[in-house]
């Protein structure tokens, strides 16, 4: 770790001299329950005693808070500002439209630490815009009408373009928590792989959505809807936060097939992936008789799917990251990674 260096007035030293921020670990007591967080410490470069610098307690205080707000699974500050951006309201509208009191929310985003009871409030909002929706229609008389059409509007898009499976959204949340970064051309054809391999080894799909055989290989209309304007860049959104699913999980199963495209293909950029896809019997079966720039909207069926991973499964063991690498590589056409 990077020390950074300042100059402040030592008590001992009787003078200034410069000072080390060292990284350490403070417990603190609440209602009996006790907190353990990371915070920064100064001491001084000539004596070793540790000094009082300004600024570090606000860091401690900030430090503390995150981790209250962990352990207690409390909504972050910034959550609550995606709930704003996310449903298009202010501070006020949204306190009323969830069912709070007029400041309740200002008085959140200045750091008052919210109940249990709200934040799951506001939690279950931010992940689901049909939960937002009960609460605006039973809020609405407090909320202005133009306020009040312009959030249902918002829900309603978010609706639209969020009509997917749950396992969809929680396998999506899980690639975006092993992928570093990823474009929507690469998510799209992990997800195949993802549902492929899913298929051949537990004989069941892990969700339920369809994949088609468009030009640039298998890709879930639903997925290039949601990211259709993040292009090749990669993914980073407010709407990320509407592919957790509250008080549901993946399976075990899904967990290790996830983890195990993750790490094997993830490496890979969205256009070797597609050069892969472009390889395999499942997308060339489905695209029989089209040209290569002809769009088609012909779904890749999972019993094809589910066979070709088999067949793939008996020269590679794909149960492992071993099998899973040497296989994309040899389909790649890099004999050596390095
Ligand atoms: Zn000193």
Known sequence: MA?????DFCIECR????YILKKIMQKRTVKDKEYEYETLAAYCSKCG??????????YALKAFDEQYRRQEDI?????????????HLGKAPLSLALGFGEITVTRYL???MPTKAYSDIMKEALSSPGYMEELLIANAEKLGNSTYKKSMKAVSNLKDLFNISDEMRMAIAHVFNEVQEITPLAL???????????????????????????????????????????KYNPIEDNRFSLFTVRNKELSPDGKKVIGLVSDCFGIYSGKVLE?????????????????ETEPSNRIIPKAIMKAYFKDMAMHYDIDTEEGLSQYIRDKAGFTEVR
Not at 3 to 7: N, S
Not at 15 to 18: L, N, S
Not at 193 to 199: A, E, K, N, R, S
């Open 3 to 7: 020390d950074i260096k300042r100059i």
């Open 15 to 18: 003078k200034d001299t410069e």
């Open 49 to 58: 005693n540790e000094m009082n610098v300004p600024g570090l307690l606000d």
């Open 75 to 87: 909504i972050s500050i910034d959550d609550i500002k995606k709930l704003m951006d996310l449903y």
């Open 110 to 112: 200045e750091g008052q």
């Open 188 to 230: 799209q054809k992990m997800l195949y792989f993802i549902q492929g391999i899913h298929l051949a080894l537990f004989n069941e799909e892990l969700f339920k959505e369809d994949c088609r055989a468009w030009i640039h290989g298998p890709a879930y209309r639903e997925i290039y809807n949601i990211f259709k304007d993040f």
């Open 275 to 291: 050069s892969v896809t472009h390889k395999e019997k499942p997308w060339r079966d489905a695209r029989i008789g089209l040209n």
